[in-house]
Nanobody, 124 residues
Framework: QVQLVESGGGLVQAGGSLSVSCAAS????????MGWFRQAPGKEREFVAAISWSGTATYYADSVKGRFTLSRDNAKNTMYLQMNSLKPEDTAVYYC?????????????????WGQGTQVTVSS
């Protein structure tokens, strides 16, 4: 089992920046890839970004490419999402997820573990 705990988030004005992090514990050796998804009120949960746990490959949704940066610190078993140039449409609950194999990328059903989520609100 892997446990994921998100932190960060909060309220920021449009154009501002926020950072969220996700700390993994438990059987972290089983993690192949970690990702961020978000869910706005009344909408489906959607892919934001993902990173390979042992490599350097990162993947981003088109809507956040160039504004969000994903990184990880394996020594701390922590993944970070730096969000710049935030827009009101970025407002959502952001969820951290971990997958055990290479199929875990854009589809949320391929991830095995989920955090509880953290709220990000961008005011206009």
């Amino acid at each position: 089992q892997v446990q994921l705990v998100e932190s960060g988030g909060g309220l920021v004005q449009a154009g501002g920046s926020l950072s969220v992090s996700c700390a993994a514990s438990g059987r972290t050796s089983s993690i192949y890839r970690m990702g961020w998804f978000r869910q706005a009120p009344g909408k489906e949960r959607e892919f934001v970004a993902a990173i390979s746990w042992s490599g350097t490959a990162t993947y981003y949704a088109d809507s956040v490419k160039g504004r969000f940066t994903l990184s990880r610190d394996n020594a701390k078993n922590t993944m970070y999402l730096q969000m710049n140039s935030l827009k009101p449409e970025d407002t959502a609950v952001y969820y951290c997820a971990a997958g055990r194999d290479f199929t875990a990328l854009y589809g949320l059903s391929r991830y095995d573990y989920w955090g509880q989520g953290t709220q990000v609100t961008v005011s206009s």
